[in-house]
């Protein structure tokens, strides 16, 4: 990613045309968008260390292997599912953000309210009756994978993964478009 960086930001004061000047400004700014998932990136990797610590603390003590590595290929694709639906969101997110600086802390109390809508505490089949409607949510197949993918509770619906990965693509492929034209007067306004 520094090299990414480094690599815009040399093309750009390098004397060019118009055309690559303005390539290397876009790969720049999106350099910077992907750099500052790196947090986010880095507090999952401190979570997983504590979910492998509670995994050997279970299997020490109690001699139950919460583990199912033979499925961790959902697990994978879940954490990219959820990577892309971040990243679209957050395409969508920050030019306005940079309008109005409100936006960052309505999105907290946003995606707070979202966690309880996603089962994250609670199984998908604690209500049959409305697991229609919860699947509406883009993050309840990426959640459900993991959950398999890792510890093996539960499993993977086609179902929600047709849905979530129609919405999750819908959104990376919208933000995309927007952040594209809306980026430029953006940075004006500001």
């Known amino acids: 990613m520094a090299a990414l960086h480094g690599y815009a930001q040399l093309v750009q004061n390098l004397d060019t045309d118009e055309r690559t000047k ?6 720049l700014q999106e350099v910077r ?17 504590v979910l492998a610590i509670a995994i ?56 707070g309210f979202w966690l309880f809508l996603t089962p994250v505490l609670y199984p998908l089949n604690i209500a ?13 197949a990426p959640v459900n994978a993991f959950k398999y993918g890792v510890l093996g509770i539960g499993g993977v619906s086609a179902t929600e993964w047709i849905i979530s990965g129609a919405t999750t693509l819908t959104t990376l492929i919208s933000g ?15």
């Open 128 to 140: 049959p009756k409305y697991a229609w409607l919860l699947a509406l949510n883009p993050m309840v």
């Open 56 to 111: 050997t603390y279970y299997r020490v003590t109690t001699g139950v292997l919460y583990w199912a590595p033979s499925h961790l290929g959902w697990a994978l694709l879940a954490v990219v599912q959820a990577t892309a639906l971040a990243l679209g969101i957050a395409l969508w997110t920050s030019v306005p953000a940079m309008q109005a600086r409100d936006i960052r802390f309505t999105i907290g109390y946003v995606l």
């Open 22 to 27: 303005g390539a290397a400004e876009a790969l």
């Open 33 to 49: 968008n992907l750099s500052e998932m790196t947090t986010a990136f880095l507090n999952f990797a401190i979570h997983l260390g």
């Open 176 to 190: 995309l478009w927007f952040f594209g034209r809306a980026e430029g007067d953006a940075a004006d306004k500001v």
